[in-house]
RNA sequence: GCGAAAGUGGCGGAACUGGCAGACGCGCCGGACUUAGGAUCCGGUGGGGCAACCCAUGGGGGUUCGACUCCCCCCUUUCGCACCA
């Protein structure tokens, strides 16, 4: 009897995984592939409990894959560009790019002590020239084809980090990194068109079936489609008209003033000369003080302010003040609505605060006449000139065109998704390849100069602003049309922009040419399945499918979906709350791999939770999983003599043999549903350790005994077999503890790349089912009887049962009315109650 | 407010397409082996009666021969969005 020890044994294959090349992929896979991904890490130092899971949830998969004849694409990368790098290097005096590459090979040290499965020659890292220059080289194709621009707007500014925030970053207010209060100013910032594939983005949210329901949904909510209509309100004494976007033109003529936002550009003209002007002002001016957190929150009391002017209705030909209120955004739509109070909550606020009109011009159709607001659009228009009498669909359609023939207006389609802001005023970034020539104004980097790489010339004083702006030799630019000086853009990307395509690169990584062979991304794509936290849902997720839309324009070969199924793992938590650094509530993953190994550390963290919940930390269970470890080695160790000299199982042998037969079979399949199907790892864990007991049930261990106990020839061919199944099953698990039983069993080879066995048909049937018999839906017992019996067969069954017989057909009572029978399966007799 | 998910023993969780509720593990109880065991093996373990049976999957209704599973209402929790016109 040996001792498992983990820590040898763990480190032996490991070495051997790594000297055999086990999990290299081919360039071009020919036969079924599977790209299995999961999310990168960002080198932060060290791994924690989370990437554990996430990386274990997709070992399990890549290995059971490569074991079922896959070519494995199975890459490990870093997430390396962003802010903790720069902060660490103003705190610790260290160059950004020391630090990340020291954390990058410390983590890397720690993945491999884990035993993953990762083709590490792939590895990518987005914070080197090489990766990060075809993040410059997609932004200058974009920019060519109108994708990529530059805006002044108003942005969200963090104080604290002193850079710009993508509306997706600001959390109720607060910038999502440091958690300080967002403030706004207007800068000029680059921008991707995310808008251009809004239509696209959403419309393939329908053919995503194997995407999680509720990223589907987060992800159509914040694509945020609304299908309305532009009308134009003509101003009253002159000037352009006010446009307003309306999803309810059928209620137009209930329209009783118009509603501007506060940062309306037509506000200045409207203001010349008006009585009102003073109080607007003022107005604005409080407005603009407003911190962002309590601007954006729904909560906020509405206030505004008359205009002094009025506009006119185009339908009705009715004047209606034209108002400023605080609750009108300028970002959606145009910034102008008209208002109904009678058919729209927040117009009602606003109308009973300053006594404003309320008309109501939808009648429901149930003949009741509910008090204002009331929003339905069961009903039909009423008061509505011409368009009286229309339900409401019809006077939509009807108005529309009414307007659009006039032309004071037209249908229109918004979306709440925003074009993509991603200019950082960081410098542990990419640089935007930009350059800006007093004469020739904004030029791109020619594609021949890229990289653009980033100077090394700069301080990290944390004082605040670029550090790259201090940066003379970077600043300093020649431009690309006139060769006359320049200045070179200092803003970089943000750093979505390296997660949103790095897993193409994967596939073709050391290409200087392009950022990957077209050939390589037909060959892979798209991902069979992607793993990640839910954290992601939204923002990664929506710019990974915007860049693989791009790129396929391009013509690049990609998909435009690139993940057919998608797995968002629950976080893993400690006293309820996920677990962080700031919080300090963390178990180092090392810690555990010490004490236990890696083998039991991952089964534990797949035992214990579903992948997709939420797993609260608590080593109460792990020593289960320890023991589960040390019953599969002692099976092992005393039986490997004995069952390697072994043939295969020839007949079936006594019952309990072929018992254990079944077990083994039925075990094999079903781990092989949980993982390639289902990926409900915990249940194949649980059939695993179900067949262990069977095992020990079949072949007790007797300590006094150095082998196993005496059995016939046949029932260790049986053994044997079993044997081999359960170390197969346990392989994409306990990698470690698989191969060392592998080996002692006497094969020789890689198990990690032994094909997947498949199960033995016949095992999986049973000449013998149990049936469940109910009446009247309860279970009154069960009858054992042959597979496939019909239903008379089990009524007999049940008459000859001893006690089953006189419960079911009581004497003098009457026998079943009928009765519901599912063969193989119960038998429900339906009888007269008492 | 809108949207999504979840609620099952002392605990983590099973039950896939409506068909034996509680697999598997933790914990606990008992036994075996032991100088000893916090090692190991075997058995028991939702509640009530301790037998037949009855009750039980957040609560209440419904559909069905049959409901953890489907439908309606309500409660609780978590997450996402939050004046989107």
């Not at 990437?51 to 070519?71: E, P, W």
């Not at 329908?206 to 987060?218: C, F, K």
């Not at 410098?427 to 980033?454: D, F, H, N």
């Not at 006094?704 to 260790?716: A, H, K, Q, V, Y």
């Amino acid at each position: 009897m040996t001792d498992f020890d983990h820590s040898s044994i763990e480190t032996k294959w490991q070495r051997i995984w790594e000297e055999q090349r086990a999990f290299r992929a081919p360039d071009r896979p020919e036969g079924p592939r599977f790209y299995c991904l999961e999310m990168l890490p960002y080198p932060s130092g060290r791994i924690h409990m989370g990437h554990v899971r996430n990386y274990a949830i997709g070992d399990a998969v890549a290995r059971y894959q490569l074991m079922k004849g896959r070519h494995l694409m199975h890459p490990m990368g870093w997430d390396s560009f962003g802010l903790p790098a720069e902060n660490a290097a103003i705190q610790r005096g260290l160059h950004p790019r020391e630090w990340t590459e020291s954390n990058i090979a410390d983590m890397r040290e720690q993945l491999r002590r884990m035993g993953f499965a990762y083709d590490w020659s792939r590895e990518i890292a987005s914070h080197r020239p090489e990766y990060y220059r075809w993040n410059q080289w997609f932004f200058i194709q974009m920019h060519q084809r109108g994708l990529a621009y530059r805006s002044l707007r108003r942005v969200n500014w963090c104080p604290q980090c002193e850079t710009v925030l993508a509306n997706e970053q600001v959390e109720s207010g607060a910038c999502w990194r440091c958690k300080s209060l967002v403030v706004q100013k207007d800068l000029e910032q680059w921008f991707l068109r995310t808008s251009r594939y809004a239509e696209e983005l959403l419309a393939d949210l329908d053919t995503m079936g194997g995407w999680p329901e509720r990223v589907l949904a987060m992800q159509r909510n914040w694509i945020g489609r609304s299908e309305g209509a532009f009308v134009d309100f003509a101003v009253e004494g002159g000037g352009p008209p006010l446009r307003v976007f309306t999803t309810r033109i059928d209620t137009i003529y209930g329209a009783t003033f118009l509603a501007l936002s506060p940062d309306h550009p037509a506000l200045a003209e409207l203001l010349e000369g008006s009585a009102a002007r003073g109080g607007v002002e003022a107005f604005l001016h409080a407005q603009k003080q407003a911190p962002v957190g309590e601007k954006l929150s729904a909560e906020r009391e509405k206030e505004g302010v008359f205009t002094g002017r009025h506009a006119v209705n185009p339908f009705s030909l009715e004047r209606v003040p034209i108002w400023v209120a605080n609750f009108i955004v300028m970002d959606y739509g145009t910034g102008a609505i008209m208002a109904v109070p009678a058919h729209d909550e927040r117009d009602f606020e606003f109308a009973t605060r300053y006594g404003l009109a309320v008309r109501t011009v939808i009648a429901p159709a149930d003949g009741s006449s509910p008090a204002p607001p009331f929003t339905s659009e069961e009903g039909r228009t009423v008061e509505s000139g011409p368009f009286s009498g229309l339900s409401c669909a019809q006077a939509r359609k009807a108005m529309t065109e009414h307007a659009r023939r006039l032309g004071f207006g037209e249908g229109s389609v918004q979306f709440r998704l925003k074009d993509w802001g991603i200019s950082r005023q960081r410098y542990w970034g990419t640089p935007i390849p930009m350059v800006y020539c007093a004469r020739c104004g904004v030029q791109p980097v020619p594609e021949s100069e890229l990289p653009v790489v980033l100077p090394t010339d700069v301080t990290f004083a944390g004082k605040g602003g670029n550090p790259l702006a201090g940066s003379a030799s970077f600043v300093k630019a020649r431009c690309p049309a006139c060769g006359g000086e320049a200045r070179r853009e200092t803003d970089t990307m943000d750093t979505f922009v390296d997660s949103s395509w790095y897993f193409y690169r994967y596939l073709d990584p050391a290409n200087d040419k392009a950022p990957f062979s077209p050939e390589a991304a037909a060959a892979w794509t798209p991902i069979d399945l992607y793993i990640g936290g839910i954290t992601h849902a939204i923002l990664h997720l929506m710019y990974a499918r915007f860049w693989s839309m791009v790129m396929r324009d391009l013509g690049l070969g990609t998909p435009g979906e690139p993940v057919t199924r998608l797995l968002c793992q629950g976080m893993v938590q400690l006293g309820g709350a996920t677990m962080s650094k700031s919080k300090g509530n963390v178990v180092a993953p090392d810690e555990m791999v010490e004490r236990y190994g890696a083998d039991v550390t991952r089964l534990f963290i797949l035992f214990a939770a579903p992948p997709e919940r939420d797993l609260e930390w608590s080593e109460a269970g792990i020593d289960g999983l320890q023991r589960f470890v040390r019953r599969v080695w002692r099976l092992v160790d005393a039986h490997a003599s004995e069952a390697a000299g072994a043939g295969p199982p020839r007949r079936p042998a006594g019952t309990a043999a072929l018992d254990l037969r079944r077990k083994a079979h039925r075990t094999l399949a079903r781990v092989g549903d949980d993982i390639g199907r289902r990926l409900h790892l915990n249940t194949a864990i649980a059939a695993i350790m179900e067949l262990v007991n069977a095992l020990y049930l079949f072949a007790p261990l007797d300590e006094n005994r150095s082998d196993g106990p005496d059995l016939s020839g046949e029932d260790r061919a049986v053994l044997r077999e079993s044997l081999d199944i359960l170390v197969q099953c346990l392989a994409p698990f306990a990698p470690h503890l698989a191969e060392e039983a592998w080996s002692r069993l006497g094969h020789a080879g890689l198990l990690a790349r032994h094909p997947w066995p498949e199960p033995d048909p016949a095992m999986l049937e049973r000449e013998e089912v149990t049936i469940v018999v109910q009446v009247n839906g309860k279970v009154r017992g069960k009858v054992a009887v042959p597979q496939g019996s019909d239903q008379e067969m089990v009524l007999e069954a049940v008459r000859r049962d001893a006690r089953l017989g006189s419960v079911v057909f009581p004497p003098g009572a009457e026998g079943p009315r009928r009765a519901v029978f599912v063969p193989d399966k119960l038998l429900n007799l339906v009888v007269a109650r008492p």
